[in-house]
């Protein structure tokens, strides 16, 4: 037994062991540093390896000042998934870096030594972007980032960044909304973009993973955000004008007071929270409309498009299937591209063509293909050509018109089995012959006709005037019963009084569901609400004025009888006393819902009569 463990011990360490080895032949050399920076701002550059190595050779870097480096790390992580131990060894080198002149530069890839074979790590590209053009120093640099309640329009700003401002008709451009910042903004709310109007708009999905880019914008630099990105295809000519958007920004602000600050204060800032509403600025594009000379069967669009055709079989018998597939490839507004039609002969069943759209939106535009399927059979036999077809549409490479064609296609229609002696099998039957349906003499009956003049007509018979008149007698008793029960309906109060037995019923009926469940509050609640939402409504009285002493008189005046009224007076008095006491057997309050069900009752016809009297 002893043994046994030993075995299963060593075992698990060989596994773990071997995970290990497995990892660690995966080596992962990675160099990371920020893709923009400002001159004169020192940055880390990191290098990466989940392997040890003595051997790290950096490349000779130019373009930036070394200040420090390497500062060695190692850190060590261990995860179980599913009863599975990995680990993970990670070894950085961290060098301190200061750009020295403004531009975009390459730092090649490191190389380091592992297990006697060499890695090399990826190159990197950083941006170098000028300084502030109101900043003269660190002290000017650091007056700049203290942030107060009071800012001006250029701390931040939306732009609407389009990517050309004169374009032709359907060609595409691309409109950015970004977000320009110098200060801390805790959120965005209330986002308001334009219509977009006289433009067909395709939304670019934005990554919300995207984290925040610097950008140097009129001599200062701001942390950016892209908001929103869309391709505007123009559907009219002329200057169109895009709207302003409307942003809630919500900025975090320091507090700074005008008093003496101590050592303390530097560490435990306080901040507020101010909300500002930002306007894009509006947009004027003019779209050029398409130049003169249009070609026939013109297809309104811009930019790059291809197309090809190919048919499954040129070789077929009758009734069965063909199938013919265009394809039109391209940049632009392929959304809203028209479909070409191909003609056929006469005696062929066209089908409704099947469009499959394949289209990618980029920030270069949509682009992708639209497929046409045209599924066609022929009913007869015989040799048949299908013309090509001509698309065209304006390139807007060359600035020209430009015309694509299909092939054209021979198609040999042989006989069918079912119709190899020409004569219709089945139900089989070609447009030649119902074409010739209409040419032949079909006897239908040649003895013991029976012929009725056409003089016989409706108009004038007893039939003819009951159609007219009993629907107008039905329209007229509908009218009547709809302004009666619209005149009943208006008077709230009669309303009110006509449902109140309805009403009562419905909560005694609720309160016999907690009589079973011996739920004796719920149980007087519902009676309660019974009498007193019975009398209020059947009395027109508000039930905050209601009470016991002008219920009775209410009561007498509608000349209910006095022993049901103290009956009713004694049922809400017992329902009372009832929710107070300490104990209720269950025969007491199913005795008091009979006598309330037959109380209501009795006032019901008691005040129905005498409303009907009056």
């Not at 599913?82 to 993970?88: E, I, K, P």
């Not at 907690?514 to 009498?531: C, G, I, S």
Request: glycine residues 4%.
């Amino acid at each position: 037994m002893k043994s046994r463990y030993i075995g299963i011990a060593f075992t698990t360490i060989l596994m773990i062991f071997g995970m290990e080895l497995a990892a660690a032949d995966e080596v992962v050399f990675t160099a990371t540093a920020p893709s923009k920076v400002i001159l004169g701002q020192q940055f880390r550059l990191t290098y990466t390896l989940n392997a040890e190595t003595k051997d790290l050779r950096i490349p000779e870097i130019t373009d930036f000042e070394v200040l420090m480096g390497p500062s060695t790390a190692k850190s060590t992580k261990i995860s179980i998934v599913n009863g599975q131990r990995t680990s993970l060894v990670e070894h950085s080198y961290t060098y301190v870096l200061m750009p020295v002149k403004v531009g975009s530069f390459t730092i090649p890839a490191a190389t380091a030594t592992i297990k006697k074979e060499k890695r090399s790590s990826n190159p990197l590209t950083i941006t170098v972007l000028p300084q502030d053009k109101s900043t003269g120093g660190a002290s000017d640099q650091a007056a700049s980032s203290q942030q107060t309640a009071s800012f001006n329009g250029e701390q931040a700003f939306i732009r609407a960044i389009p990517s050309k401002t004169r374009v032709f008709e359907q060609e595409g451009l691309l409109l950015t909304y970004k977000l320009y910042t110098r200060i801390d903004i805790s959120g965005v709310n209330n986002i308001k973009f334009p219509e977009f109007k006289g433009f067909l708009a395709q939304e670019i999905e934005i990554d919300p993973n995207t984290q925040w880019d610097m950008e140097n914008y009129e001599g200062l630099n701001y942390r950016t955000a892209v908001l929103k990105q869309t391709i505007l295809y123009p559907q009219q000519s002329g200057e169109i004008e895009i709207e302003s958007g409307s942003f809630d920004l919500i900025f975090r602000i320091r507090n700074t007071n005008q008093r003496m600050r101590s050592l303390f204060d530097d560490f435990f800032d306080s901040y507020q929270e101010v909300r500002k509403t930002i306007l894009s600025p509006k947009l004027r594009i003019q779209v050029e409309p398409f130049p003169f000379g249009k070609p026939a069967n013109f297809n309104p669009f811009s930019g790059n498009l291809r197309l090809s055709s190919s048919i499954n079989t040129t070789q077929v018998k009758a009734d069965e299937a063909v199938t013919i597939k265009l394809e039109l490839s391209g940049e632009g507004n392929m959304k809203m591209l028209r479909i070409p039609e191909l003609k056929f002969p006469a005696d062929f069943d066209v089908y409704d063509p099947k469009v499959t759209n394949n289209f990618k939106t980029t920030t270069r535009g949509v682009s992708g293909t639209k497929t046409i399927e045209y599924l066609v059979i022929p009913r007869y036999s015989g040799s048949f050509t299908i013309p090509p077809v001509n698309i065209s549409y304006f390139d807007l490479t060359d600035k020209s018109y430009k015309i694509l064609s299909t092939d054209e296609f021979q198609l040999e229609v042989g006989r069918s089995e079912q119709n190899k002696e020409g004569v219709v099998a089945g139900t089989v039957v070609s447009r030649e012959q119902l074409r010739l349906l209409g040419q032949d003499i079909r006897y239908i009956k040649v003895d013991n006709i029976r012929l009725r003049p056409r003089t016989n007509l409706i108009y004038g018979k007893t039939a003819f005037w009951l159609a007219y008149i009993l629907p107008f007698f039905f329209f007229l008793l509908m009218l009547y019963i709809y302004r009666k029960q619209a005149k009943a309906n208006a008077d709230l109060a009669a309303v009110r009084t006509r449902k109140a037995n309805k009403v009562a019923v419905k909560r005694l009926k609720k309160a016999s569901f907690y009589l079973k469940n011996q739920d004796k509050e719920q149980f007087l609640d519902e009676v309660l609400r019974a009498l007193w939402g019975y009398t209020s409504d059947k009395l027109n009285i508000p039930v905050s004025q209601l009470n016991k002493d002008n219920i009775e008189a209410q009561l007498n005046r509608r000349k209910v009888d006095a022993e049901v009224c103290a009956e009713f007076l004694q049922i809400l008095q017992a329902c009372e006393f009832e929710r107070y006491a300490p104990v209720t057997e269950p025969q007491h309050m199913g005795d008091l819902y009979t006598r309330t069900l037959e109380v209501i009752n009795q006032m019901e016809n008691t005040i129905n009569n005498v409303h009907v009297k009056k």
